[in-house]
């Protein structure tokens, strides 16, 4: 089971990669780190009031980059969003019709592929890649529960899906547009990382937050549905009380109007390289 984070290493003292190696130390103290957040819960709230307060700093002016294959990956999909989001968003309940909630979707993919860390330092983007691919074999072969790409799922939390479990709530029966054989939580985590499925399951679990909002009384906005895909609350106090989801807000508030415009034709987010304010966007006539 350590046969990949030895072959990132050997990968970064072979080509001189000081990133690759840094990503591979990285990689390395994230895996213990989530093993201790496991067995004590009060360190997982400390690390995230820690890394909230680094982070802080950095997100005034988010640079709004979007990766190339993510933008492809989105352009290709457009339809098969659409489609996804028919089946899972319940206008009468949200007042959102199927396209902002394709385009929400669409907002969570793009907010997905870029870490703020990235945002401080471009130079690390090409090898991140490498690092979630990491991730994958890690939950794989050690058990390990990172979210990993294009959604950013956990494993955890696919099994929550397949279960049609929603907490607070109990059993809920949802419409999951994934082969039957496919449905067993030995599969979490190829479903959470092969493309189709994984859009089927964001999907599937903005459903939940729909539904984990009726539960609480609370409304319904794109920001409630982000909420939930990123910290699993929807409740508006609790929502302004995290800090790191704040920042998350803030970041995926850029990425916003690109993927509206995505539904409303506007071909500038076709294959963008980074999204432009709503000020800046072209209109079509």
């Given at each position: 089971?350590?046969?990949?984070?030895?072959?990132?290493?050997?990968?970064?003292?072979?080509?001189?990669?000081?990133?690759?190696?840094?990503?591979?130390?990285?990689?390395?103290?994230?895996?213990?780190?989530?093993?201790?957040?496991?067995?004590?819960?009060?360190?997982t709230s400390l690390f995230t009031t820690a890394s909230s307060a680094l982070v802080a700093p950095y997100l005034a002016a988010p640079s709004g980059y979007i990766r190339p294959h993510i933008a492809t990956l989105v352009h290709h999909h457009q339809q098969y969003l659409l489609t996804l989001a028919h089946t899972h968003n319940h206008p009468q309940r949200t007042q959102i019709n199927d396209h902002e909630f394709a385009a929400i979707m669409v907002t969570i993919l793009y907010t997905e592929q870029l870490g703020w860390l990235e945002d401080v330092v471009p130079s690390i983007r090409p090898v991140t890649p490498l690092y979630q691919a990491a991730q994958v074999v890690s939950n794989e072969y050690i058990g390990t529960n990172f979210s990993v790409w294009p959604a950013n799922l956990r494993p955890s939390v696919v099994d929550e899906i397949l279960s049609n479990e929603i907490p607070q709530v109990g059993h809920h029966d949802l419409p999951l547009l994934i082969p039957p054989q496919l449905q067993h939580p030995a599969q979490a985590n190829q479903l959470a990382s092969t493309t189709d499925t994984a859009l089927a399951l964001l999907a599937a679990n903005l459903e939940r937050g729909i539904i984990r909002a009726q539960h609480e009384a609370v409304p319904i906005t794109w920001k409630t549905l982000l909420a939930w895909h990123n910290a699993g609350i929807v409740d508006p106090q609790h929502i302004a009380q995290n800090r790191s989801l704040q920042h998350y807000l803030q970041r995926a508030s850029i990425y916003r109007e690109p993927a509206l415009a995505l539904y409303r034709n506007e071909m500038v987010c076709v294959n963008p390289l980074f999204a432009a304010q709503p000020s800046t966007l072209p209109q079509t006539h």
């Open positions: 089971m350590l046969y990949l984070p030895l072959a990132l290493y050997h990968v970064g003292v072979s080509e001189g990669g000081n990133v690759v190696r840094a990503l591979y130390l990285g990689f390395c103290a994230t895996t213990l780190l989530l093993a201790l957040m496991n067995r004590t819960p009060p360190i």
